[in-house]
Structure formats: structure tokens, C-alpha cells
């Protein structure tokens, strides 16, 4: 089981960016995905989470700016970026609910793998 994240890079203030994920491996289901960042000297945060049927969820610091969204027939997530800021400069790691084959997995039990993350450097 494995997810990659993708699509990192620099960019200037006020750019866009759009971050993939993609889930890959013996999987029963995917549940719940979520992107979370981690900035230097800062402790990891959450920062969008959708549900397998498109509910989202967004921290208020990103809830205008970035949009999180999913292609389940790709296992794909995504987050599009748009007016990027200096602050949003981070290690952005995607996670998800997963359920491998082979495993036992207890109903309403969230069981979380993570991607290694892709950086983001926003320049002012």
C-alpha cells in the first residue's frame, strides 16, 4: 500500500497549485482522505479532508483558497491551491483511511497511511 504525493514545486505569491495524490496497492476500500502540512519549525496540521461520497472539510486558515476533491474510479486525490501565500510554504503529505487486503479492519476503525509529502515554497 503506498501513497505518492505530487505536484509540489515554487511558486510566486498569489499563484496556483494543484497537489496529487495517488493510492496505490492490494486495497479493500479507501475511506476518508485528508492533506495535512507541515512547515519548518511547526507542528503538522490538518488541512482538508473528503469523504469517499465528496463531503469536505476544510481548517479555516485555507477554507477560501483551497479546494480538496477526489477521483475514486483513479484513487486519486487532489488539492487545487489558488492566491498562495508565503505561510502556506510547507511539506504538504497526503493520508488516507485505507483498508489493505489481508488485513483485518473493525468497522467504524480508521486505520491512516501516509505519503511521503511534496514541498511547497511560496516566494513573496
Known amino acids: 500500500v503506498q501513497l505518492v504525493e505530487s505536484g509540489g514545486g515554487l511558486v510566486q505569491a498569489g499563484g496556483s497549485l494543484r497537489l496529487s495524490c495517488v493510492t496505490s496497492?492490494?486495497?479493500?476500500?479507501?475511506?476518508?482522505m485528508g492533506w495535512y502540512r507541515r512547515a519548518s519549525g511547526k507542528q503538522r496540521e490538518r488541512v482538508a479532508s473528503i469523504t469517499p461520497d465528496g463531503r469536505t472539510n476544510y481548517t479555516d486558515s485555507v477554507k477560501d483558497r483551497f479546494t480538496i476533491s477526489r477521483d475514486n474510479a483513479k484513487n486519486m486525490t487532489y488539492l487545487q491551491i489558488d492566491s498562495l501565500k508565503p505561510l502556506d510554504t510547507a511539506v504538504y503529505y497526503c493520508?488516507?483511511?485505507?483498508?489493505?487486503?489481508?488485513?483485518?479492519?473493525?468497522?467504524?476503525?480508521?486505520?491512516?497511511?501516509w505519503g511521503q509529502g511534496t514541498e511547497v515554497t511560496v516566494s513573496s
Open positions: 496497492g492490494n486495497i479493500i476500500s479507501i475511506g476518508d
Open positions: 493520508s488516507g483511511d485505507l483498508w489493505p487486503l489481508g488485513t483485518i479492519k473493525r468497522p467504524g476503525v480508521k486505520i491512516w497511511f
